[in-house]
């Protein structure tokens, strides 16, 4: 049997049994009647419901029926085979078909033809499989020419037939067929499919039926109700064909049961010069301009328009000069629809001999741009209001307003592609190392860093670099996290690239690109382009102005930023950010006078106290003038500091001839360098000497650390700017751990207070990541005035997994099903989620008052922020340009809890009666 790509291709099968009971299958719609409404669209499929729903308003709908998406379901489980009595219900239908439009399926004298299309309760527009003019053979294609007086139309709609039905249904790839046809254009000296006459059409015809007994060793089906049900079977299959399901993982589309089946009776706008075919939105769904937005073309049929085999005619300035009668009923159309829906309608349209005729209509599918716009301006024209217009929004789809794009009609040199990590376009000429990005920078030029993979090290060339591209590391790698924190452009874990870093070369597909080479990467698709692509900058319209308005009115949730510098601070506040959750002081010692001094502290003797002092006091007024700028620049909001967490090797010097340089400065020998790292080299870092495990061991970094946070709140308070510190302790695990920090924490506040003559009021807490730290949050809470779930460490440690390592085996647990999400990129609901509730339920059990916030990578992620919003938290924090998003997500969270609620409410009610009169009846009977 032949296989076309990417298609679940099986032979027709008997009837099996679905079960005992016979459900019902089969809804019918038509002649202003209908079984099914847009309530059911679980059951019947967007397009089934909406179908039938337009029939009942009176649109001019061809009458038809739906198979359920039970009945898929039941296909899949069972083997794959149509359950017991569907072909009959499917018969009985039929007939109300053929009584509704006067016409009998495979009837040569008075033909019925169908077409049956897919129809998920969730929109995926060409993932499933589609046949139409089903009916047609030898014989009714010569009654329908005597019937039309068509000869031309007749054997144009039996040739396309065969072609669907050969591809769709039995697998012979299309090329095959468009070989044919492609050949007897060129015989006959045509372009188009429309040049060809009836004579050409009919020898189509018969190369078709060739093709097709060629690669099935059968000849083309000429029983119509054969047709039929090898269709409806194709359309089931189609559910589990491989693009569907990718379509399905890409857009997170869980938990339905399957596609369901419209069988529609077929009108033809491939009839003539007065019939035509289109595709239409009721705006337009790249701007949201309230627009007619559409295509058509004419004498052909829908498949024409889609497929691109024509050029087809925009209806706003051809319609009108082909068929006036006919554009006024489309406008009508669009006006009714939206009124009807309330939302954007993609629908579908066919006019024969003059009559239109709607196929299908569904929600619209648009950007950002257009829907921040389409919300907003329909809330003015009192078709929805403020809620739902927040959450007919993606908070996810911010993405696209808050960086910068390619032009979408740039041409793309796709030469691999990675994860998205960060988004945003960004153009430069390669740089292998994070020096030379930063020194080219500062020539003037514009560079992409190319790294197998980041580290702290190289912070400096990464915030130089106008974007990022690693081979290896995930959603969560160091690159990714730093990327977004900044706004910056990154895609990350692109395994195809070969990168060079001593040749100054990266080598992808036998191509080999240089420092004189330039690449585009796009952050938000993952793709890496040869050449300089044109970029578009994004655009903070007034609905989008609006939109956030409304979302910050209905959320409860508080949304702080991630922010290491004034300048990141400064941004997020742009955005609406309230506050900082997590400012990681790690960062802010990579620069290079910074570095020196921070390695000398490093490179003392660890009884050497006074030296490690010596170094932290040049440390100390870098680390007040970092403070003083975040604090202004966040005045009157709070500030999380999280002291010093990365381990301490991480900050020295791995290649030999910077090691040289290091050493000649410091006035020691290379050999006593390399000894150190040798020292602090641990098997496992991510669980080794960091966090506070670093000011146990090293309690003068504690010191100073807290001596500039302080000095900088009293300096910036003498200035009149309200400060609102809260100094935070990474890692820690029990509680005798913060009591040792925070004793050192007091001492050295109060001191520099008293220094300074001023007080300024602070709080003391700890991130939650170590899940001792969760199951023992009442104790924790005894010393800790506040929580900051640190999820990035919390997830590795709660499953055992590295996350810079995690990618080598996570695409194989995503694919089999064994995790539903990357656990990094979602919050794990079921397990992490579980010791984030514990944690916030303990730690107020001892602490009332207790603020929880979540600072992990999943403070961006709208599925997480829902959670965060359920458990109870009071702020989510997350990198300066996912505020929007994170804000957006909580007002989602809360309306949707406000929903939900009344119902919850009234559940538990009903089941707390039933148990009442379980109680009193089982009273009853034991009297």
């Known amino acids: 049997m032949a296989a076309s790509?990417?298609?679940?291709?099986?032979?027709?099968?008997?009837?099996?049994?679905?079960?005992?009971?016979?459900?019902?299958?089969?809804?019918?719609?038509?002649?202003?009647?209908?079984?099914?409404?847009?309530?059911?669209?679980?059951?019947?499929?967007?397009?089934?419901?909406?179908?039938?729903?337009?029939?009942?308003?009176?649109?001019?709908?061809?009458?038809?029926?739906?198979?359920?998406?039970?009945?898929?379901?039941?296909?899949?489980?069972?083997?794959?085979?149509?359950?017991?009595?569907?072909?009959?219900?499917?018969?009985?239908?039929?007939?109300?078909?053929?009584?509704?439009?006067?016409?009998?399926?495979?009837?040569?004298?008075?033909?019925?033809?169908?077409?049956?299309?897919?129809?998920?309760?969730?929109?995926?527009?060409?993932?499933?499989?589609?046949?139409?003019?089903?009916?047609?053979?030898?014989?009714?294609?010569?009654?329908?020419?005597?019937?039309?007086?068509?000869?031309?139309?007749?054997?144009?709609?039996?040739?396309?037939?065969?072609?669907?039905?050969?591809?769709?249904?039995?697998?012979?790839?299309?090329?095959?067929?468009?070989?044919?046809?492609?050949?007897?254009?060129?015989?006959?000296?045509?372009?188009?499919?429309?040049?060809?006459?009836?004579?050409?059409?009919?020898?189509?015809?018969?190369?078709?039926?060739?093709?097709?007994?060629?690669?099935?060793?059968?000849?083309?089906?000429?029983?119509?109700?054969?047709?039929?049900?090898?269709?409806?079977?194709?359309?089931?299959?189609?559910?589990?064909?491989?693009?569907?399901?990718?379509?399905?993982?890409?857009?997170?589309?869980?938990?339905?049961?399957?596609?369901?089946?419209?069988?529609?009776?077929?009108?033809?706008?491939?009839?003539?010069?007065?019939?035509?075919?289109?595709?239409?939105?009721?705006?337009?769904?790249?701007?949201?301009?309230?627009?007619?937005?559409?295509?058509?073309?004419?004498?052909?049929?829908?498949?024409?328009?889609?497929?691109?085999?024509?050029?087809?005619?925009?209806?706003?300035?051809?319609?009108?000069?082909?068929?006036?009668?006919?554009?006024?009923?489309?406008?009508?159309?669009?006006?009714?629809?939206?009124?009807?829906?309330?939302?954007?309608?993609?629908?579908?349209?066919?006019?024969?001999?003059?009559?239109?005729y709607m196929l299908q209509t569904r929600t619209g599918k648009r950007n950002t741009v257009a829907a921040v716009r389409i919300a907003a301006e329909m809330v003015k024209e009192k078709l929805i209001d403020e809620k739902t217009a927040v959450l007919r929004i993606d908070p996810a789809s911010l993405d696209q307003l808050l960086h910068p794009a390619f032009d979408p009609k740039a041409q793309r040199n796709v030469i691999a592609t990675g994860l998205p990590a960060s988004p945003g376009a960004a153009v430069g000429k390669c740089a292998f190392t994070a020096d030379e990005a930063h020194e080219r920078t500062q020539a003037g030029e514009k560079v992409l860093l190319i790294r197998k993979e980041t580290s702290p090290e190289d912070v400096q060339g990464m915030h130089s670099a106008a974007g990022i591209l690693t081979s290896t590391g995930g959603m969560t790698s160091h690159a990714a996290v730093v990327a977004r924190g900044w706004g910056k452009t990154c895609v990350a874990g692109a395994g195809a690239l070969q990168i060079d870093e001593k040749g100054r070369r990266l080598i992808v597909g036998g191509k080999t690109y240089g420092p004189n080479d330039w690449l585009s990467i796009d952050g938000s698709t993952g793709e890496i382009i040869e050449g300089q692509l044109g970029t578009v900058d994004p655009e903070m319209t007034g609905p989008f102005a609006t939109i956030m308005k409304w979302a910050d009115k209905y959320r409860t949730l508080k949304v702080r930023t991630n922010a290491d510098t004034p300048h990141d601070a400064t941004v997020a506040r742009n955005f609406g950010a309230e506050g900082i959750g997590l400012c990681r002081t790690e960062h802010m010692f990579f620069d290079h006078e910074r570095i020196h001094h921070m390695r000398e502290m490093i490179l003392a003797n660890k009884k050497d106290v006074e030296a490690r002092k010596k170094a932290l006091a040049q440390l100390l007024p870098y680390q007040r003038e970092d403070f003083i700028g975040i604090f202004k620049a966040m005045n009157g909001l709070p500030v999380t500091v999280r002291l010093l967490d990365p381990p301490l090797h991480e900050f020295l010097p791995q290649q030999e001839s910077e090691q040289k340089a290091l050493a000649q400065s410091l006035k020691i020998t290379v050999e006593e360098i390399q000894a150190r790292i040798s020292q602090l080299h641990e098997a496992n870092p991510m669980l080794g000497h960091r966090g506070d495990r670093l000011a146990i061991t090293y309690p003068e970094i504690l010191e100073m650390q807290v001596r500039a946070i302080i000095e900088a709140a009293c300096l910036c308070k003498k200035q009149g700017v309200k400060v609102l510190p809260e100094i935070m302790i990474p890692l820690a695990g029990t509680k005798a751990e913060l009591d040792f920090c925070r004793k050192i924490t007091v001492e050295t506040a109060d001191l520099?207070?008293?220094?300074?003559?001023?007080?300024?009021?602070?709080?003391?807490?700890?991130?939650?990541?170590?899940?001792?730290?969760?199951?023992?949050?009442?104790?924790?809470?005894?010393?800790?005035?506040?929580?900051?779930?640190?999820?990035?460490?919390?997830?590795?440690?709660?499953?055992?997994?590295?996350?810079?390592?995690?990618?080598?085996?996570?695409?194989?647990?995503?694919?089999?099903?064994?995790?539903?999400?990357?656990?990094?990129?979602?919050?794990?609901?079921?397990?992490?989620?579980k010791l984030v509730r514990l944690a916030v339920d303990l730690g107020r059990g001892t602490r009332a008052d207790l603020k929880c916030g979540i600072c992990g990578e999943h403070g961006g992620d709208p599925k997480s922020v829902h959670f965060c919003h359920q458990v109870g938290l009071n702020y989510v924090s997350c990198s300066p340009f996912r505020v929007p998003i994170a804000r957006l997500a909580a007002a989602h969270a809360a309306i949707q809890s406000s929903a939900s609620a009344p119902k919850a409410k009234a559940a538990k009610g009903k089941a707390s009666g039933a148990k009442g009169k379980a109680k009193t009846a089982k009273k009853a009977k034991k009297r």
């Open 752 to 833: 520099v207070m008293k220094e300074m003559k001023t007080k300024v009021n602070y709080l003391y807490g700890t991130m939650i990541e170590v899940p001792r730290a969760a199951v023992t949050a009442d104790e924790m809470a005894q010393t800790a005035e506040f929580f900051s779930f640190g999820t990035n460490d919390l997830t590795q440690m709660t499953f055992g997994y590295s996350r810079d390592d995690v990618n080598t085996f996570l695409p194989d647990y995503l694919e089999k099903e064994i995790l539903e999400r990357d656990p990094f990129q979602s919050i794990d609901q079921g397990g992490v989620g």
């Open 5 to 356: 790509k990417g298609k679940s291709v099986k032979k027709t099968s008997k009837s099996a049994s679905a079960g005992k009971g016979l459900k019902k299958r089969v809804y019918f719609f038509g002649a202003g009647k209908a079984e099914g409404t847009t309530a059911m669209k679980a059951l019947l499929g967007g397009k089934g419901a909406n179908l039938a729903d337009m029939t009942m308003a009176g649109l001019p709908v061809p009458p038809g029926f739906t198979i359920t998406t039970e009945t898929c379901k039941d296909y899949n489980d069972g083997g794959q085979k149509l359950p017991r009595g569907l072909m009959e219900e499917v018969r009985s239908h039929l007939a109300k078909v053929e009584k509704a439009v006067g016409k009998k399926f495979g009837d040569p004298k008075n033909p019925l033809l169908l077409a049956c299309r897919s129809g998920a309760a969730v929109s995926m527009p060409g993932m499933m499989d589609t046949v139409l003019n089903i009916g047609l053979n030898d014989e009714v294609v010569a009654g329908l020419v005597k019937l039309t007086n068509n000869e031309r139309f007749a054997y144009d709609s039996y040739r396309r037939l065969i072609n669907m039905f050969g591809d769709t249904v039995k697998g012979i790839d299309h090329h095959y067929f468009e070989h044919e046809l492609s050949e007897v254009k060129k015989n006959r000296g045509v372009e188009l499919d429309t040049d060809l006459d009836t004579e050409a059409l009919k020898e189509v015809v018969q190369r078709y039926k060739k093709i097709y007994r060629h690669h099935l060793g059968e000849d083309f089906p000429q029983n119509p109700l054969k047709q039929i049900e090898a269709a409806i079977e194709a359309v089931f299959l189609s559910w589990m064909g491989d693009r569907a399901i990718r379509y399905r993982q890409i857009n997170d589309i869980r938990g339905l049961l399957g596609t369901a089946v419209n069988v529609q009776t077929m009108v033809f706008g491939n009839t003539g010069d007065d019939s035509a075919t289109g595709v239409a939105f009721t705006r337009n769904p790249s701007t949201g301009e309230n627009r007619f937005f559409g295509e058509f073309l004419i004498n052909a049929q829908g498949e024409d328009v889609v497929a691109g085999i024509r050029t087809p005619l925009d209806c706003q300035s051809e319609m009108p000069k082909w068929s006036t009668k006919s554009w006024k009923e489309l406008l009508k159309v669009k006006d009714l629809l939206e009124k009807r829906y309330r939302d954007v309608q993609d629908f579908e349209f066919t006019i024969e001999n003059g009559k239109l």
